[in-house]
């Protein structure tokens, strides 16, 4: 054999190895169920294709946890993980169902909105494939997604997207975004299938409001806040200053612009009688000037370059050596979903929403994320799920 | 950290230099330049080493859609030009246009244009129209340097142009920024600054032949070739991108890489002469090969770069800049991020620095206008240079890369002057937004 064909060889064995090793590892994360504990405040599991029948078998159909009290009332859906790289939102939504307990009206949570998202990698951006929160019995092991579904279950991609219904053009990417593809359609590509379930879902169960949790830059203006269409605003602005006053960390309340289409706070808005809600919490991981992309970094919000950007006043967000901990932005959004509830309770007392035994912020940043999940090895019989 | 990525960067340095001594392809020094970087940073567990392979072949996918497109794409072109179609087309243009030189150029201006605006890739304008408009262009007497030239910016351009822009599309989906009131902030410098280097490029005639002389020295044609034959597939191709923007909720999403197959197949089936495809397709793959090991590599790069916390510290480096600094050298950044990371580069720079500049009073709609008419002039530049080597390929050139880069140097001026004026009067500027709107 000449040395050209021996380097060739080589160099073939060691690339199907390398494959192989990371073949193996791309299906353990796109196969790694989540256990959920459901808490004793869930009273109903169901799955997304019940609204939409084109997602069943999909990699896309997902859980839905309903918490309905004993007294009639309004009811919420909390939508987390629409973005599988901004974990904070499903921490916050397992957060709800393994603690809360409704008094009045109904809860219901969609914990991985985009679930082909979540077995999805973000290939060039050096993302960790797991992220582990310590806990009390051990930790809870989480896969970190992409923003975009993936074209496993979605594939080919347009060469430009055009919106439903609005025509507007938008990047060919979003056509696997669930926070563009509202308010989706029932034989549509399948993330606007998901957004379709979900409108289904609010038309349907008469759903008074919508959350959309987030996570987002510290570079973007639209973080730290709650993202509001004009008939959700006097919700928001009340919810946001009341926070802000009463629970000690800072909140403002961004319009949703009226020309950008497909997102959830501006098209549930629209194509709905829900008031939509997007609410956004800073992850410097999410930032591109930031140090390698690790585990540590997502959960602790640590980083030196942005440290220094923040001296030089480039953030839109206050930040120190302590970072911005995921105890901080789990809390944050446990806070501002709560108050929002309690706000429109105020407003509406027949439509009500009560909601005991859910943290606030000061409860998190004291106990940790992990102190309010639960040992899936003792969950009692028919309240283990996975996703 | 800074210290431990300041040397992990001063490896990979080292690793390309070393490879590049030992005159290895630009391919394998950045693949030596990856690996290296993995290893160092492997040290430090960013990332650990268990996850370095991952990192590697997971980076290979990032540009995945442009290596099917690409693909696809050639496979087409070859097909058209081996049936005799792009000698047919060329021959027809000479006819028509060859003592109408000034209108024969603009129209093979706005031939070369409309793929790109229609995809968003400079790309696809190359793969499909670059070949018969180059050799259009050399009888109408211009050199092959600056045949390449006007395929390098015009094609460029075309990705810049609306309806799709995918810088400024990313940038737009990473800022939050609507994708709309695009038109005339690019269509209006695109136009200017497509006529102007059509002009500059082409205006000399440097080789004067008689009409008759040139058509003899043309290649034949067969005879059974006609324009319906040529013109059918790219009818096809561009019919099945036209009618998925007209009828995009009922008309089924095929993908650039399947609209090229299909009108691949529709040249094959209208060929007057018998074309072996399997043969055409392997020797095209092997053309495009370099190309491709390019593209693969560029994403694997880019994510140990990431990985490594290196990306994090060059992008921190351009938002830190002072702002008058920051002008001056957007010059060099824009185009140098994307000849590294091609599209990559508007999500890593392009994204904080919109954020930045819109968080200081400009308009940030019309500066990512400004910023995608400098991103495309990165297309030319190592280490991906990927429309520069594919006007190479399609212009024929067989003179250095260098000097063919060498004669775009004033168009290139000009576009980066009128890139950088827009994003400092963007605010001034803004005007044009409203009206596209």
Known sequence: MSRNSMIKTVSVIIFAVLTTWSGIQFYQHRHYQLPIVAGPGVTKVVKLSDYCAGLKGTMADTHVFFLQGKEEGGKILIIANTHSNEPVAILSALVMIENARVEKGTVIIIPQFNNSGSRNTKPGDGYPLFFDVPTGWGSKKFRMGNRNASPLDQWPDPDVYVHYPERQLLSYLDVRNTNRTWPGRSDGPLMEKVTYAAMQLLREEHVDLAIDIHGAETMFPVTNCIVAPDKSMRIATIASMTVTAMEGFENHVEPSPKGFRGLSHREIGDYSDTLPFLLEAPTPFLDQPTGPKTVDLLLKGKDPFILSLSKQKKLFVPYDKSGWPMEKRVGQHCSVVLEIMHQYSMKNPDRAILVSNAPHYADLVKNGVGHYFHNPNEAKKGSLYFN | ?437
């Not at chain 2, 047919?88 to 201006?109: H, P, S, T």
């Not at chain 2, 599209?343 to 930045?356: E, F, K, Q, S, T």
């Not at chain 2, 290139?412 to 890139?419: E, F």
Request: glycine fraction near 8%; aromatic fraction near 10%.
């Open chain 2, 1 to 437: 950290m800074v210290l431990h990525i300041g040397i992990i960067l001063a490896i990979m340095i080292l690793a390309y230099a070393w490879a590049g001594w030992k005159k290895l392809s630009v391919e394998l020094c950045m693949l030596a330049s990856a690996v290296a970087g993995g290893l160092a940073g492997a040290f430090i567990k960013t990332p650990p080493i268990g996850a370095l392979a991952r990192h590697l072949i997971e980076g290979t996918f990032t540009y995945l859609d442009v290596i099917l497109v690409f693909t696809t794409a050639t496979i087409f072109i070859a097909i058209v030009a081996e049936s005799g179609g792009v000698n047919y087309v060329v021959r027809g243009i000479i006819k028509a246009f060859y003592r109408k030189r000034i209108i024969a150029l603009l129209l093979l201006m706005v031939v070369i244009l409309i793929p790109g605006a229609l995809t968003g890739a400079g790309s696809v304008s190359i793969l499909t129209v670059g070949a018969p408009s180059a050799l259009a262009l050399g009888y109408l007497g211009i050199s092959k340097k600056k045949v390449t030239a006007i395929l390098f910016i015009i094609a460029g351009l075309s990705a810049a142009a609306p309806p799709v822009n995918i810088w400024a599309m990313i940038v737009s989906a990473g800022t939050a920024i609507p994708y709309v009131g695009f038109e005339l902030p690019l269509g209006i410098p695109v136009i200017v600054l497509g006529t102007f280097s059509m002009l500059v490029l082409g205006w000399k005639r440097e080789e004067k032949k008689e009409l008759e002389e040139i058509l003899k020295e043309m290649p034949e044609v067969p005879d059974k070739m006609t324009w319906w034959r040529v013109l059918l597939p790219f009818l096809v191709f561009f019919g099945l991108i036209i009618v998925a923007r007209i009828r995009p909720f009922s008309f089924p999403i095929l993908g650039l890489p399947l609209e090229f197959t299909i009108a691949g197949i529709i040249a094959l089936l209208v060929s007057p002469k018998k074309i072996n495809i399997l043969i055409l397709s392997r020797d095209t793959v092997k053309l495009l090969l370099p190309l491709l090991a390019t593209m693969a590599v560029v994403g694997s790069l880019q994510q140990i770069m990431t990985a490594t916390g290196v990306r994090g510290m060059i992008s921190y480096a351009v938002i830190s800049m002072p702002l008058i600094l920051l002008y001056f050298l957007l010059i060099i950044i824009i185009p140098f991020s994307e000849g590294i990371l091609t599209y990559g580069g508007a999500a890593i720079i392009g994204i904080p620095l919109v954020w930045m500049l819109d968080s200081i009073g400009l308009h940030a709609t019309v500066v990512i206008a400004g910023l995608s008419l400098l991103w495309p002039l990165g297309d030319g530049l190592p280490p991906t240079a990927l429309i520069g080597r594919l006007s190479v390929m399609m212009a024929d050139y067989k003179g250095s890369y260098w000097s063919f880069l060498k004669a775009t140097w004033i168009p290139w001026i000009v576009i980066t002057i009128v890139g950088i004026l827009m994003i400092i009067f963007s605010a001034k500027l803004a005007f044009l937004v409203r009206w596209s709107m």
